[in-house]
């Protein structure tokens, strides 16, 4: 690899403040959406955001290859380095003026991830790890919890955008049997974060897609923490699991029999 992880990173950290500078300077137009599904919403500032990303990746590196939440059906560029771009993260959050949402940034060479970026803007946090060094939010470094027992961990998890029936509600419940308290709080790669810089245990979701976590593990993994796909679908959706490390093989166990019988 011939450019360097804090090279990439640096990309990868200006495109998500640009992209959520972007949103931040539009709220006002958070009722500006293209469509509103039952449960989803296409907003036209996802797709701005997007364009303002992709212009930073592409100004730096041309023949890159992006893969965006607002472009996920077309074809890929040609490249060993593939930057993963999720505008807004927590779209209905920010939709319904919830300050809960953010835009992550990631890039990874052959198939590895090597940086990650995902900016806060409402909380005015900025992540963000390389494979190389350690997880930083705002400049200070990050570590994941200590907490062993399940019993005694904060959980986050989320309602499948897809199927909000009984699926996504055995999963609801069992992270409220397994956690002291569950949380449910609408952006993956936020609660990652979250994860990432101990103040919560865990995060689980039986349906999120690459662009949610792609940034946002790397940041957990380079905090201590560990993630997983539990499992992988059709068109970049995965059931993922991030956990403080020492709560993994318990979140696991628990978790991945339901995914089993859960085809
Ligand atoms: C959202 C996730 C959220 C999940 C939603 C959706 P989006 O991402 O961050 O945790 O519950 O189903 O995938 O669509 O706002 O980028």
Same mark, same amino acid.
């Given at each position: 690899? *011939?450019? *360097?992880? *804090?090279?990439?990173?640096?990309?990868?950290?200006?495109?998500?403040?640009?992209?959520?500078?972007?949103?931040?300077?539009?709220?006002?137009?958070?009722?500006?959406?293209?469509?509103?599904?039952?449960?989803?919403?296409? %907003?036209?500032?996802?797709? &701005?955001?997007?364009?303002?990303?992709?212009?930073?990746?592409?100004?730096?590196?041309?023949? %890159?290859?992006?893969?965006? &939440?607002?472009?996920?059906?077309?074809?890929?560029?040609?490249?060993?380095?593939?930057?993963?771009?999720?505008?807004?993260?927590?779209?209905?959050? =920010?939709? %319904?003026?919830?300050?809960?949402?953010?835009?992550?940034?990631?890039?990874? $060479?052959?198939?590895? @991830?090597?940086?990650?970026?995902? =900016?806060?803007?409402?909380?005015?946090?900025?992540?963000? @790890?390389?494979?190389?060094?350690?997880?930083?939010?705002?400049?200070?470094?990050?570590?994941?919890?200590? *907490?062993?027992? !399940?019993?005694?961990?904060?959980?986050?998890?989320?309602?499948?955008?897809?199927?909000?029936?009984?699926?996504? =509600?055995?999963?609801?419940?069992?992270?409220?049997?397994?956690?002291?308290?569950?949380?449910?709080?609408?952006? @993956?790669?936020?609660?990652?974060?979250?994860?990432?810089?101990?103040?919560?245990?865990? $995060?689980?979701?039986?349906?999120? $897609?690459?662009?949610?976590?792609?940034?946002?593990?790397?940041?957990?993994?380079?905090?201590?923490?560990?993630?997983?796909?539990?499992?992988? $679908?059709?068109?970049?959706?995965?059931?993922?699991?991030?956990?403080?490390?020492?709560?993994?093989?318990?979140?696991?166990?628990? !978790?991945?029999?339901?995914?089993?019988?859960?085809?």
């Amino acid at each position: 690899m *011939t450019i *360097t992880p *804090t090279e990439l990173q640096a990309v990868a950290t200006l495109a998500a403040r640009r992209a959520g500078d972007h949103v931040m300077a539009n709220r006002h137009r958070r009722s500006d959406v293209n469509s509103i599904l039952r449960t989803d919403v296409k %907003h036209k500032l996802d797709v &701005e955001a997007q364009e303002t990303a992709t212009a930073v990746i592409l100004s730096a590196f041309p023949d %890159h290859a992006i893969l965006g &939440e607002e472009t996920s059906e077309q074809p890929l560029a040609e490249s060993d380095y593939v930057w993963i771009v999720d505008p807004i993260d927590g779209t209905i959050n =920010f939709f %319904h003026g919830l300050p809960w949402w953010c835009c992550s940034v990631a890039v990874r $060479y052959k198939g590895q @991830a090597v940086a990650g970026s995902v =900016f806060i803007p409402e909380m005015l946090q900025m992540y963000e @790890a390389t494979s190389e060094s350690p997880a930083y939010c705002n400049g200070e470094v990050i570590r994941v919890t200590t *907490t062993d027992r !399940l019993e005694l961990s904060m959980l986050a998890t989320g309602a499948d955008k897809w199927d909000l029936g009984e699926h996504s =509600f055995r999963f609801m419940r069992k992270i409220s049997e397994m956690a002291q308290r569950p949380r449910i709080l609408g952006a @993956a790669a936020v609660d990652m974060c979250m994860v990432a810089a101990g103040k919560l245990d865990g $995060y689980f979701e039986s349906g999120i $897609y690459v662009w949610d976590m792609a940034a946002a593990s790397l940041i957990v993994e380079r905090a201590g923490g560990t993630c997983e796909i539990l499992k992988a $679908y059709p068109k970049h959706r995965i059931s993922f699991l991030a956990t403080n490390g020492a709560l993994h093989a318990a979140c696991r166990a628990e !978790l991945l029999p339901m995914l089993q019988v859960n085809a």
